[in-house]
């Protein structure tokens, strides 16, 4: 033991007497709600240098000094607290990966730099036990250093007591006297190391962190956090006996929630020189669109979702209003499409490209799912604590989620709040949280039947929506949805196959990759460019990750006016422009306005904008304008054109303009025959009138089916029908 070790106590009532004066008096004043005097290592370092090195290598004897030395120093102003010292900003040669801790470590201050996953209840502990002896009534005080065990007395001291053990003819009993005794509250984290920190196929490191006193309750799950921690052993035991083996068990000094993001992407100046360069060079957009995976060939039709998948990587700004709730920034996309359009591929490159993305399958998920659950397991007291899933583990980041029609009911339903809110609202297991979801959705769905049956062109994008079998109001929460067909066409498919030929006899061989690195972005690691197949030149995966980085933790562009004006007036000129306006086919004669297709509703804006502040943040500008918001609005009347999207309701009902009009012109085609008759009219007639608006006998016949379904309408007779009264 060194002399600092062994002075530990002299040592802090220096210091803290002499450095944090301050801190003590404010304490004393009961100003602050916590206990707690914090102190900066840096601090500890300056004043005593040979003490601070000694906390690093026997930490747990002298910080549980510290705390001692404080209370007692609070104990002789006249107050008697139960006081601590939160050590932080540990130096950086603390910092280790999780999954490298091992015997070395043990009793060794680490920082680790990992994120929280799951999080059980408080509970109190007792820290200072107080036991009375049932013989004489002397009280003893005993330290209680580890949780697992209620650490008890042998003998009653003789200096003060009656000198008794628990053993032999003449023994005493000890009882416990909870209201001298000294309790803490506990609680318990299950963290894992940071996702881009595990090695390619690996399986993430996990460990379960003690928190004591004033650090319970400050994190959720999802969270990133720097973790300065005492690793201690606890013995295994098995069928009641304890074994050689022994379990890492982490006690946390103090902790710092990450207030920068996607500062685990290191970028030198270098770098930085290069992101600028690039930035301001001309075609960036296109640039970017040819970065998007690279290796898949791209038709007119995929530069365009290209296009958007390049914008939502950089996404908008996330912006707090007034009154305290968030405009999102993220910009979620959905693709559907027939099987082997490349959809997989797509969002399995754009999880990987996208700093803190994460790639999950719908049909796959189980336990925690894409949302949260609550897990009745490894914390050992039988309670539920709950579990993050894919979207607050991708938090700031971008969630590609496959097979998105096979999620199950309970994530569906939570979809909602976590893709518009940004916020998952778990209830279960007696558990009720909120843990955010600040990360941008790239979603595929592919059609229930196999294939999208509907090959009509001009057909509306929610025709094919409808046979994901998707709820409707999804659809509604993504800015953009996309339909890849996989249709016929003899000039692209001769491309399509020389593109995967070539790409196959340029990729190297299994064999040839043996010494290589198995990640395929380490191999371009330091390269700004690479070269497709087509002999074009792309941003490497490496470079561009790096790049997103600097944009969205440096710019959070602001739109100016003129962007602004030129969203408004995109805005009211589709809302009225004369199309609009025109009666669609099959309104029937004096049904006036009320019907008639919305094309375009306030969501519209907050997409607009959001595609704005995108462009421009990819070009390091910190002020969107006109030339952003051309751009969005062009890659926005691209899908509209695209979408054959009718009006807007239509993406939250499913149900288009001139389907509401046919549903409500028949009925009164059939009321006026049936007023003009004896109350019954004749089909022959219906399909007459119905054809001069334009209304086929199909369509007629649908509506006539439902009413008679709904019991508005019946048949008297073979081909004749009459209201129900």
């Keep these: 033991m060194t002399m600092a070790t062994h002075d530990s106590a002299a040592r802090w009532k220096t210091f803290l007497s002499e450095a944090k004066e301050h801190e003590i008096t404010l304490l004393l004043s009961k100003q602050t709600t916590s206990h707690i ?18 906390i690093l290598s026997n930490p747990r004897s002298i910080i549980s000094s510290g705390h001692k030395v404080l209370s007692e120093i609070c104990r002789d102003r ?8 939160i050590l932080s900003d540990l130096p950086r040669d603390t910092l280790s990966p999780l999954r490298d801790i091992g015997s070395r470590d043990i009793d060794k201050l680490r920082s680790l730099d990992v994120i929280v996953t799951k999080m059980s209840q408080l509970k109190p502990r007792i820290h200072v036990a107080v036991f009375e002896c049932e013989s004489c009534g002397n009280s003893q005080q005993i330290d209680q250093t580890n949780e697992s065990e209620l650490i008890e007395p042998l003998r009653c001291p003789e200096a003060t007591g009656c000198g008794r053990s628990i053993r032999g003819s003449d023994s005493t009993r000890f009882n416990l006297v909870l209201n001298s005794s000294r309790m803490i509250n506990n609680q ?44 201690v052993v606890r013995s295994e035991i ?19 929630h990450e207030s920068v993001p996607f500062t685990e992407i290191k970028i030198n100046d270098e770098e930085r020189e290069q992101i600028e360069e690039i930035a301001a060079s001309g075609q960036l957009l296109t640039l970017m669109q040819k970065s ?19 914008l939502q990587l950089f996404g908008g700004v996330r912006r707090k209003t007034a009154d305290d709730t968030y405009l999102r920034g993220d910009i979620h996309i959905l693709l559907m499409g027939d099987p082997g359009v490349a959809k997989s591929q797509l969002l399995g490159y754009m999880s990987n490209i996208s700093p803190r993305g994460k790639f999950a399958s719908g049909g ?16 050992g007291d039988g309670r539920f604590a709950l579990e993050a899933g894919v979207l607050p583990l991708s938090d700031r980041g971008l969630a590609a989620i496959d097979e ?31 843990l955010p979801s600040r990360c941008a959705v790239l979603a595929a769905a592919n059609p229930k039947d196999g294939r999208f049956s509907n090959r009509n062109e001009r057909t509306s994008i929610m025709t094919s929506f409808k046979e994901t079998d998707l709820p409707y109001p999804l659809a509604s929460r993504f800015d953009l949805l996309w339909l890849i067909r996989d249709d016929t066409e003899k000039s692209t498919d001769s491309k399509i196959a020389t593109h995967i030929l070539d790409i196959r006899s340029s990729s190297p061989s299994e064999m040839s990759l043996q010494d290589l690195p198995f990640e395929p972005s380490e191999t371009e690691e330091g390269e700004v460019f690479g070269i497709g197949v087509d002999g074009d030149k792309h941003l490497t995966m490496d470079f561009l990750r790096k790049y997103v980085a600097y944009a969205k933790r440096t710019f959070f562009p602001q739109l100016n006016d003129k962007a602004k004006l030129m969203i408004s007036d995109y805005y009211v000129q589709i809302r009225n422009e004369t199309a609009a306006l025109d009666r669609s086919p099959g309104e029937y004669e004096g049904d006036g306005d009320k019907d008639r297709p919305i094309p375009i509703t306030a969501r519209a804006i907050e997409a607009l904008i959001r595609l704005t502040e995108a462009h421009a943040r990819m070009h390091l500008k910190h002020t969107a304008d006109e030339n952003d918001a051309k751009m969005a609005l062009a890659v926005y009347k691209h899908w509209r054109d695209d979408s054959n999207i009718e009006d807007e309701s239509e993406i939250h009902s499913g149900v288009s303009a001139s389907k509401r009009n046919i549903d409500r012109t028949v009925p009164k085609i059939i009321r006026d025959i049936c007023m003009e008759r004896d109350g019954t009219a004749d089909v022959v007639e219906i399909y007459n009138r119905a054809a001069n608006l334009g209304i086929n006998e199909q369509q007629v016949d649908e509506v006539i089916s439902s009413l008679r379904k709904g019991a508005q309408l019946f048949s008297p007779r073979l081909g004749i029908y009459s209201f129900v009264r």
């Design 37 to 54: 005097v914090e102190v900066s290592f840096h601090e500890l370092t300056g004043f005593d240098p040979d003490f601070a090195e000694d």
């Design 78 to 85: 006249g107050e008697d607290l139960d006081a601590r010292v």
């Design 188 to 231: 318990w984290l299950e963290i894992q190391e940071l996702p881009e920190n595990v090695p390619s196929g690996a399986q993430p490191s996990r460990a379960n962190v003690l928190l004591e006193g004033d650090l319970v309750n400050k994190h959720l799950p999802g969270q990133r956090i720097t973790a300065n921690v005492i690793p």
């Design 238 to 256: 098995k069928r009641n006996k304890k074994t050689p083996m022994f379990d890492i068990v982490y006690q946390m000094i103090s902790s710092r």
């Design 292 to 310: 998007i995976a690279p290796s898949i060939f791209a038709n007119d039709k995929l530069k365009l979702i290209k296009r958007s998948l390049a």
């Design 364 to 379: 796959g998920t189980s336990g925690a799912g894409l949302t949260a659950a609550a897990i009745r397991d490894s914390f």
């Design 404 to 434: 998105f029609d096979k999620i199950s009911p309970d994530d569906r339903s939570a979809m909602h709040p976590a893709m518009e809110q940004q916020k998952i609202f778990v209830a279960k297991g007696g558990i009720t949280a909120t």
